[in-house]
């Protein structure tokens, strides 16, 4: 799968956002291992706690299908009715890719014709795992 194609399903996920209070939508693209694609789609509550993020949404469908290894994920976000663009990942979302990815785990922001490629370890750099909290053993 190419950049440009993951992009594009990140597009068509931003579309079933449901973000009634920030009016801000993102969508997102988890390439799995495997080649599988599992998107996700911003879903905002009232009480603002609950809300999730496209990205975790990828990646909790992704991890409750079964899937835990990662290649790279596409995310783009913007204002409802206007074209998305760049939208770096919330510093929650960095820590949960963390939990699953390798620090060279992509993530690809902007749009299906013009977007760049991060590694996971520059978007987070010193990242909290479990490694912190089991002397290298992962739980």
């Known amino acids: 799968m190419t950049d440009h194609e ?8 931003r579309a079933r956002s449901y973000a009634p209070y920030s009016h801000f939508c993102v ?6 291992a495997d080649g599988r ?6 879903i905002e509550n009232a009480a603002y706690s ?7 949404t ?11 290894h990662f290649v790279a994920i596409a995310v783009i976000g913007g204002k409802d009715g206007e074209k998305g663009g760049f939208c770096a990942p919330c510093g929650v979302c960095r820590q949960v890719m963390a939990e699953f990815c390798a620090p060279d785990f992509r993530v690809i922001l902007g749009t ?5 490629s991060y590694t996971l370890s520059s978007l ?5 795992g479990a490694d912190d909290l089991t002397g290298g053993e992962k739980a």
């Open 50 to 56: 609950p809300t999730n993020c496209a990205e975790r």
């Open 6 to 13: 993951l992009m594009q399903l990140a597009e068509d996920a």
């Open 124 to 128: 987070l750099p010193a990242s909290f």
């Open 37 to 42: 694609v599992y998107t996700g789609c911003n």
């Open 58 to 68: 990828a990646f909790f469908k992704a991890v409750s299908e079964g899937e835990r």
């Open 112 to 116: 299906a014709e013009e977007h760049k």
């Open 27 to 32: 969508g997102a693209a988890l390439l799995g």
